[in-house]
């Protein structure tokens, strides 16, 4: 997170408070890594990874924070989001994939006070020939996203990005009334 937590804004600091105070699911692990330092002037990163059996998804969560504002942003504070998953095979031949997840995206920010939303979503096929024909065919997906959050309450925001994540990775969603519990972070 910033280097200097006291000298950082009292906007960036109430930020950092709510995204160590965000409760996500149990079977995705959240860590502190190396913000980008370029972007602006205060950031703060997150790496997730699915721990659950028998999927495979990562991604990195990254607020970015300009107390002068930015004009692209529409606002002081940024979002940067990144999920990768192996999907399901089915999904290398369904052309809606991407819009699937894109509604996904969709559907975790709701109820998060947001706006300018963006980003892109990626799906490669891997298809083996020759000695390897046999090995069924691979699917990767890339979502990478960014939106301007409409308060410092940013962990609403770790949330939704964490049951992004578990939802790219073919988990379901957890149900009303469930309560999280904290992953490591």
Partial sequence: MAPDLESAPPAFQE???SIAAAQVRRDV???????PSRIAPFAAAIDGEVTADGVEATGRF????????????????RVVALV???ADAEVG???????VAWSRLVEALGGVPHRH?????????????????????EVRIEL???????????????????????????????PD???MLRGGM
């Avoid at 692990?29 to 913000?35: T, W």
């Avoid at 504002?69 to 529409?74: P, R, T, Y």
């Avoid at 979503?121 to 020939?129: L, N």
């Avoid at 925001?157 to 790219?168: D, M």
């Fill in 62 to 77: 990254v607020l970015l924070h300009d107390p002068d504002g930015n004009e692209a942003w529409d606002g002081t504070l």
């Fill in 177 to 179: 009334g469930v309560t």
């Fill in 15 to 17: 930020a950092l408070r």
């Fill in 93 to 99: 031949s369904d052309d809606l994939w991407a819009d």
């Fill in 117 to 137: 939303e963006g980003g892109t979503v990626t799906k490669v096929v891997s298809r083996s020939y020759g000695d390897l024909d046999e090995r069924p065919d």
């Fill in 144 to 174: 990478r996203a960014s939106w301007t959050p409409e308060t410092t309450e940013i962990g609403t925001h770790v949330v939704a990005w964490t049951e992004l994540l578990a939802s790219c990775a073919g988990l379901p969603p957890v």
């Fill in 29 to 35: 692990r959240v860590n502190e890594v190396p913000a």
């Fill in 84 to 86: 990768k998953a192996l």
